[in-house]
């Protein structure tokens, strides 16, 4: 069982910037693909970024340039740098788990909310 929580969430101008992290239990993090995750009020959830086991990465085309996942694993954690961000960015982010490269994500936070103000 992994256990998410997420962090750094929070309210921010447009233009400016946060770092969210998403905190693993577990001893084999570095064996998992963790995904960063969105959902705005009345929209459904969307991917935003990936980082796989091996390293690979992945992102919305809409968001590649503006975010940056990254993980340590020595830290059991995932990072999803935020840049210039707009107000369309407003939504409750989630961080996602699943063991190497199965097709589903397993494990999911509870999220937490950016909201940016114009």
């Known amino acids: 069982q992994v256990q998410l929580v997420e962090s750094g969430g929070g309210l921010v101008q447009a233009g400016g910037s946060l770092r969210l992290s998403c905190a693993a239990s577990?001893?084999?993090?570095?064996?998992?693909?963790m995904g960063w995750f969105r959902q705005a009020p009345g929209k459904d959830r969307e991917f935003v970024a990936s980082?796989?086991?091996?390293?690979?990465?992945d992102y919305a085309d809409s968001l590649k340039g503006r975010f940056t996942i990254s993980r340590d694993n020595a830290k059991n954690t995932v990072y999803l740098q935020m840049n210039d961000l707009k107000p369309e960015d407003t939504a409750a982010y989630y961080c996602?788990?699943?063991?190497?490269?199965?097709?589903?994500?397993?494990?999911w936070g509870q999220g937490t909310q950016v909201t940016v103000s114009s």
């Open positions: 577990g001893r084999t993090f570095s064996s998992y693909t």
């Open positions: 980082i796989g086991w091996g390293g690979s990465i």
């Open positions: 996602a788990g699943r063991f190497r490269s199965r097709p589903g994500y397993d494990y």
